[in-house]
């Protein structure tokens, strides 16, 4: 009798904050929060020095966004609980390479050029094989880039070869 007892007992779940699920989820709001407490105490920039928004808006918007998210993969967690792997699969390992490949780009040739490369990878490591819509991607992801940091938020790009056409 002890024997049936002890086996239901381990089938047992394990109470929410031992699941690996809430323990990511409380790490990266714990971490999102005290950022986003600190944001507070940003200096505000005057009017006249100021361009687009102002320099602690943008962290605020981005931790709340982070926030948001993370609580909305939790939720889904529930309904859909996370698969255990033992390996990482390799368009993981294949996307920290691309990550490398666009720092090198970025650094030496041009960001918006990287930003291009880095969609294009991306997209392809994770299965996209049509040529069409890696060329879409790659003109469109880093145009849309652009045009928020730009003309919404008025910060300029490094130079490089293609940044240098637009803004000289």
Do not use: C, H
Request: zero cysteines; proline letters at 7%.
């Amino acid at each position: 009798m002890n024997n049936v007892r002890d086996k239901k007992r381990a089938n047992k779940s394990l109470p929410f904050f031992f699941r690996t699920e809430f323990k990511v989820f409380f790490a990266i709001i714990l971490v999102s929060t005290i950022l986003l407490i600190s944001t507070f105490s940003f200096d505000t920039v005057p009017p006249i020095l100021n361009r687009g928004i102002q320099p602690a808006t943008f962290p605020k918007g981005l931790l709340v966004l982070i926030i948001a998210l993370t609580s909305i993969i939790y939720y889904l967690s529930f309904k859909k609980p996370w698969k255990k792997e033992k390996k990482l699969p390799k368009p993981f390992f294949l996307t920290i390479l691309s990550f490398i490949i666009f720092i090198i780009i970025s650094k030496t040739l041009d960001f918006f050029l990287a930003i291009s490369v880095l969609s294009i990878f991306v997209s392809y490591y994770w299965g996209e094989r049509r040529i069409f819509y890696l060329l879409l991607v790659s003109i469109i992801f880093p145009l849309i880039v652009f045009i928020f940091f730009e003309m919404i938020l008025g910060l300029r790009f490094p130079p490089g070869i293609i940044t240098n056409l637009y803004y000289y």
